[in-house]
């Protein structure tokens, strides 16, 4: 199992202008611990996001990081308008935009969640 910084902001990471701009994280009351495999299963979704592969990221996301109520996953219909909802908050916000802005993302996210009565697993609501 590995620990990660649960608050992570610019407040918390301080660069050393002495050291070759060595970087520290700073105040670690908010850490929480992952498996092996949720870390794998995030860096995977965060690179398959960042990198624009936007229909990998949502299959990994609905598959590993979206608590799955009444059967929502069984139907293929439900599936497409999900992905279809999620698509816009994924390409926006892992891939056309310059900035991250965590609020509206965490907004975007609860938008479509509620339309489709689901929530975020443990693990994606300690690292969004």
Known sequence: RGLFHCDLHPGNIFFDPHDEGRMA??????IGEISENERSRICTFFVAALSGEVDIALEI???YFVVRHNGAWDDPAV???FNRDMRPVFQHHYVDSETWDVSRL???????FAKYNLQGTAVWASIE
């Open 106 to 112: 965490i907004h975007d996210y609860e938008l479509v």
């Open 25 to 30: 994280l700073l105040d670690f009351g908010l």
């Open 61 to 63: 996301f609905r598959k």
């Open 79 to 81: 599936v497409d308008a």
